[in-house]
Nanobody, 117 residues
């Protein structure tokens, strides 16, 4: 059974930093795209960043480009999201996601990030 477990959320002041972790288990993720999505109150879930588990290529939404960095540690089966220069508009529940070209999408339970002004 695939499990994605996020951690690292919390309350931080604007301009601060947080690092989110996503511990993945239950299968091998070779060829998967691992991603971080976020959902603010009253808004739709949106993509923040992705990384290819095998080759490490990354993608960032314009709203986080230059401030967030996604990475993975294959040995630990963990994906990270380093978030710097946080803004109040980054406040959201952040979800870890795993998906391949075919098959189901997997989601974690989410971790709350709150940025105070």
């Amino acid at each position: 059974q695939v499990q994605l477990v996020e951690s690292g959320g919390g309350l931080v002041q604007a301009g601060g930093s947080l690092r989110l972790s996503c511990a993945a288990s239950g299968r091998t993720f070779t060829g998967y795209r691992m991603g971080w999505f976020r959902q603010a109150p009253g808004k739709e879930r949106e993509l923040a960043a992705t990384i290819n588990w095998s080759i490490g290529t990354t993608y960032y939404a314009d709203s986080v480009k230059g401030r967030f960095t996604i990475s993975r540690d294959n040995a630990k089966n963990t994906v990270y999201l380093q978030m710097n220069s946080l803004k109040p508009e980054d406040t959201a529940v952040y979800y870890c996601n795993a998906e391949a070209s075919v098959g189901p999408r997997y989601w974690g339970q989410g971790t709350q990030v709150t940025v105070s002004s």
